[in-house]
């Protein structure tokens, strides 16, 4: 680290980011004794991972391995690499984690790279470079989304994340902001983080059993620039907040989280809807999209900006074009009253309702973790590479639940719990 790196990092408070990775180990993971952890992180962030290495380890983890990434060696690969060097991806390491999530490992992602990294690229490259990316990814992606062992997200306020965040600032008081944001977005600014996620966690259980209780047939979104009728899975289960992996832990997977979230059905969704907040998707900036399903399926796609990055992703596969999640949140949430636009989706998503194209998760169907694939497909859930939350919600947003028999009950009105 130089002087420079030092100094910046000076304005993050200390307790603060102390707080934050030991809520990731006792509440975002509940590490178990004995259990190791594999940790991935921009290496801007080694701050943070040798506060939670320290945790682990208090609590008794076996090993943490951690697994760093740096944006100055990604970007050399856009600028020295030869071409045919951009459908390669680094699929030992992937087998890898795919082996000690197997053998019981958890995961903590650490996020916080600059989110307009690739923004200057040549899209096609970064398309390439992606895919080739998520293929290489499947078997350990496959084995977190299944939920196979307990994991979890959480933030750190990289100088260059903050540069994009706060541009008018000075570096200092840009990090210093956005350390501030994430501290308050995951509830670290209180001296006691832990019952605070307790108490936050319970409400959101509420509205879960709210919905399960309800057994939806489907969902009615209306408002401004927007019909959209999103059906629901069947069997699906809501979920939010903490839950239950495979390994038997209880993990609060993404910190901060607002959400609760289902698995529509794939093949019952029609109707128009425009994105509401622009979605940063590996260093690339898509905004103002607008798209029409007809069964399941966008059959047109456009964007103000980066449509040519939305439609390589949507090519990706069959299941890029149908929903794998759609996803609650009051517009009243603590991330939305900010005010800010990360470029996140760990903090966007939770604020505004939003919908995620591609690959769903086996947790939101009921005994989700007993069915089949071929099961779960046949239940309506969606099967692809990618899994892309986009927003879609405002304070104009209007929701209604619709039942089989086609009665309706409002869930959102302007934006918030009806
Ligand atoms: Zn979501
Ligand atoms: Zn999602």
């Known amino acids: ?84 060097g951009f459908d390669r991806a680094a699929g030992w390491l992937y087998d890898g984690m795919s082996k000690a999530f197997a053998a019981n490992t958890a995961r903590l992602a650490i996020v916080g790279d600059n989110p ?39 933030a750190y306020p990289s100088l260059s994340w903050a540069k994009q965040v706060f541009p008018e600032d000075e570096e200092d008081v840009a990090v210093a902001k956005l350390a501030d944001a994430i501290f308050a977005a995951s509830r670290v600014d209180n001296d006691d983080p832990i019952a605070a996620w307790e108490k936050h966690n319970a409400t959101l259980r509420n509205r879960t059993e709210w919905l399960n209780g309800q057994r939806f047939s489907a969902l009615h979104y209306f408002g401004p620039g927007m019909d959209l009728t999103i059906g629901l899975a069947e069997g699906h289960e809501w979920v939010g907040g903490a839950s239950t992996a495979k390994n038997g832990i209880t993990c609060n997977p993404n910190i901060p989280t607002e959400e609760v979230f289902t698995t529509p059905h794939a093949r019952r969704v029609s109707g128009h809807v425009v994105s509401t907040k622009p979605l940063s998707y590996q260093g690339s900036l898509i905004d103002g999209i607008a798209v029409r399903f007809e069964e399941g399926c966008i059959v047109a796609a456009k964007a103000a900006r980066g449509e040519e990055v939305l439609n ?91 039942h089989a028999d086609g009665r309706r009950v409002p869930v959102f009105r302007k934006g918030e719990w009806a």
Request: aromatic share 6%; with cysteine; glycine share 6%.
């Open 116 to 154: 307009m990294l690739l923004a200057g690229e040549n899209p096609i490259k970064v398309a390439r470079a992606s895919k080739a990316n998520s293929v290489a990814y499947q078997p350990a992606l496959e084995k977190i989304v299944n939920f196979d062992i307990n994991w979890n997200i959480i």
């Open 1 to 84: 680290m130089t002087v420079y790196q030092r100094s910046i990092s000076a304005s993050i408070d200390p307790v603060k980011l102390d707080r934050l990775a030991e809520l990731a180990t006792k509440v975002g993971l509940q590490l178990k004794a004995g259990q190791d952890l594999l940790v991935t992180a921009p290496t801007a962030a080694l701050p943070l991972v040798r506060k939670v290495a320290e945790h682990a380890y208090r609590v008794g983890a076996g090993l943490v391995t951690p697994i760093l990434s740096d944006e100055t060696v990604t970007l050399a690969r856009y600028r020295y690499a030869p071409d045919d």
């Open 312 to 402: 390589k992703v949507l090519d990706t596969d069959e299941g890029a074009r149908r929903l794998g999640e759609v996803a609650l949140v009051p517009h009243s949430s603590p991330i939305s009253k900010s005010g800010l636009l990360f470029f996140n989706t760990l903090f966007d998503e939770n604020a505004a309702c939003h919908i995620a194209l591609g690959q769903c998760y086996s947790k939101c169907f009921v005994d989700g973790a007993k069915l089949t694939p071929e099961q779960i497909a046949a239940q309506g859930g969606n099967k692809s590479l990618i899994h892309i939350d986009w927003m879609i919600g405002s304070d104009q947003t209007d929701i209604d639940g619709i």
